[in-house]
């Protein structure tokens, strides 16, 4: 090679280079711009076409038009209904007015928030310890879950499921913490230690969920533990969705505003404290940031898997490596592809369902395989 | 042109009483040095000497335990990381990234110091990324793949990225160690013809010879000599230090010091037969 730079050399030092190159190049920045705008609109109207679409879907028969009653009622648009012209009022009853505003409708919005939020954990997850196969569980925090969730139920602490869910919370705060703990080194958090701690953690978790199931050998907490482990959003409701929503908005945006600083981070840590970033700060932060909203969402749903490991390799593939398309891209596709995953866990096999980390598995594994495959072609 | 009388300004380089230890093992052990203002200084030394040690320290990459690193007179430790990445900018032995990212890509991330938040890259940071590959005659590569260069692609993109921070400073840490002599000779054409104060740490002392016009050498962690090569490089030196026979000539057409290595006495193979003859 060699002999291609000689041949530029000449050109480069002759006329003013800005000029000769910007043209074609910024032509091309420009298009990426476009591209990715293009994309992120398209994810928007997949995002809301698919909530109206799948709240339809299920055993009830319910049409669109319910759906838009239902909703403009509830969100005082009630006039808006006098617009849907020529298709006459078409008022759901009760029941069903109950299925879509008490049962769909936030289950729908819960898969969104939880396949939004884990996509963009895992996007940042796999940036911050620059490693392919990380995903929101990497630290512990689904089997800290799983722990605190069978100690609620086990010790009847608190028969409701915002109990089980707050002991789902606490106990993946608690194995966060002991992974920081064991993984920082005089307040520095690397990589490989975080890792390795978190695998520790997780392991140790598991064992203790394991050895209290077998000591009680109560086949209902037997149950309620897979549901914990393999992820449901049968439970969704509105008070849960609020606060998951709250946090997944709270938390993107402090991510967004750390887009540009992730992006350094591609050449390693040093190549990122050397282009002015605050590694340690960051890592701490943003990892805080994420823990804290995976074990809201773990609390929602138990530990859904793959969305956080696939999703934002997927988006990288669609829109290139850049943090400031990557995590909107994420959160958005991420959610739509929660929501059809758990719509088609509940219809398909109707009126028995699937547990949505099975379908999100089945879904997730071959894509995942072919995800290696073009990351192998690529070097 | 001597290092003192460039440096008395307070521009330039200067590391004060500089050590840095792990573990109890003391890695670079009081050093003392100054990179002249516009210059190349090179660090040279044996492995494990500590040269790489030293440089992060320079770049704040390492804390010292002990001595200061001022730039053009500020101190190093006291500049926001921010600021110091407008002032200094590294090239590493070997970057690597597994992102799908194209070379402009790359080199825009050496605006990032200037830029906050979600701050889009402005017509003007892709202007200056766009020279910077001109400069290092990568112009017409800006939408090639990272994946799809050569070690001494990736090193010139780099070496753009580092330009586009618009540095005082150029931290260069053994640049060329992964590169065939030619991508070697021109990459370090390319630092020199950039102007500014650099200090590249490197293994090739022919190479140091031919572009540094100043020379470090550190043995065990400790600065034993500086100065320009033709006082520096000299048999003494390099038998005390690397532990090698050395014979230091004169390059032929840049002047330089040129060294030719011999190998150790034991296994010296004998002497080709006519050249010995007429010696007797």
């Known amino acids: 090679m060699g002999a291609a730079p000689a041949t530029h050399a000449p050109a480069a030092t002759e006329e003013p280079p800005v000029h000769t190159t910007a043209e074609p190049e910024t032509g091309t920045g420009r298009r990426r711009t476009l591209r990715i705008g293009a994309v992120l609109a398209a994810s928007v109207a997949l995002l809301v076409t698919s909530v109206l679409v799948t709240v339809v879907l299920g055993q009830a028969d319910i049409s669109v038009r319910h759906v838009w009653t239902v909703l403009s009622d509830r969100l005082g648009l009630s006039f808006l209904q006098v617009d849907v012209v020529g298709l006459g009022a078409d008022r759901p009853n009760e029941i069903r007015a109950d299925i879509i505003w008490q049962l769909r409708l936030p289950r729908a919005l819960s898969a969104i928030v939880v396949g939004a939020g884990l996509a963009v954990v895992g996007a940042i997850m796999q940036t911050l310890t620059r490693n392919p196969m990380a995903d929101p569980y990497l630290l512990g925090i689904s089997s800290g879950a799983s722990l605190g969730a069978v100690l609620v139920i086990v010790g009847g602490v608190g028969a409701g499921v915002l109990g089980v869910s707050a002991g789902a919370f606490a106990g993946a705060l608690l194995a966060f913490a002991l992974v920081l703990v064991i993984g920082q080194r005089y307040g520095t958090l690397t990589p490989v230690r975080m890792i390795l701690a978190g695998i520790a953690i997780g392991q140790l978790c598991g064992a203790v969920t394991s050895f209290v199931i077998l000591w009680v050998a109560d086949p209902h907490a037997t149950q309620d533990v897979q549901f914990w482990m393999s992820g449901s959003l049968a439970a969704a409701r509105w008070p849960s969705l609020r606060l998951a929503a709250v946090v997944l908005v709270a938390a993107l945006l402090l991510c967004l505003w750390q887009a540009r600083t992730l992006n350094a981070f591609a050449f390693g840590e040093d190549a990122a404290a050397s282009l002015g970033v605050d590694v340690n700060r960051i890592r701490w932060l943003l990892l805080v940031a994420c823990a804290l909203l995976t074990g809201v969402l773990v609390a929602v749903s138990g530990a859904i898997g793959f969305v956080g490991l696939l999703l934002p390799h997927a988006v990288r593939f669609l829109a290139g490596p850049d943090h400031r398309a990557v995590l909107p891209l994420s959160a958005l596709l991420g959610g739509v592809f929660l929501l059809w995953v758990d719509t088609a866990a509940r219809t398909v096999f109707d009126p028995r369902e699937l547990p949505v980390g099975v379908v999100t598995a089945m879904v997730g594994v071959p894509a995942f395989i072919w995800v290696l495959r073009q990351r192998r072609v690529q070097g | ?280």
């Not at chain 2, 093992?25 to 494990?48: F, H, K, M, S």
């Not at chain 2, 970057?95 to 889009?120: E, H, I, N, S």
């Not at chain 2, 780099?158 to 540095?167: D, F, K, M, S, V």
């Not at chain 2, 032929?252 to 034991?266: K, N, V, Y």
Request: glycine share 8%.
């Open chain 2, 1 to 280: 042109m001597t290092a003192a009388e460039t440096t008395q300004d307070g521009s330039g380089l200067r590391v004060h009483d500089l050590s840095w230890s792990a573990r109890g093992t003391v890695i670079v052990d009081d050093v003392e040095l100054t990179a002249p203002a516009g210059r190349i200084t090179g660090l040279i030394g044996p492995n494990g000497s500590g040269k790489t040690t030293l440089l992060r320290a320079v770049a704040r990459l390492a804390r010292p335990d002990r001595g200061a690193v001022h730039l053009d007179g500020s101190d190093v430790a006291r500049l926001r990381r921010r600021e110091l990445a407008r002032r200094l900018a590294v090239v590493e032995q070997h970057a690597g990234t597994d992102l799908d990212m194209t070379a402009l890509d790359v080199v825009l991330l050496g605006r990032t110091p200037y830029r906050t938040a979600l701050q889009a890259d402005s017509g003007a940071d892709r202007a200056l990324a766009l020279d910077a590959l001109a400069r290092v005659d990568m112009a017409g590569f800006a939408a090639r793949k990272w994946s799809t260069l050569s070690g001494g692609e990736r090193q010139r993109v780099q070496l753009a990225r580092a330009l586009t921070q618009q540095p005082g400073l150029l931290v260069l840490d053994e640049p060329t160690n992964h590169l065939d002599v030619s991508h070697a000779l021109s990459l370090l054409t390319l630092v020199r013809e950039a102007g500014l104060t650099s200090i590249a740490a490197l293994h090739d002392l022919n190479l140091a010879a031919m572009f540094c016009d100043h020379v470090v050498v550190l043995r065990r962690g400790r600065a034993v000599a500086a100065g320009s090569p033709h006082d520096v490089l000299t048999p003494e030196l390099l038998r005390d230090v690397y532990e090698v026979d050395a014979d230091v000539g004169t390059h032929p057409r840049t002047g330089r010091p040129l060294l030719t290595f011999h190998p150790p006495a034991a296994s010296q193979p004998p002497a080709p037969a006519p050249s010995s003859q007429e010696d007797s």
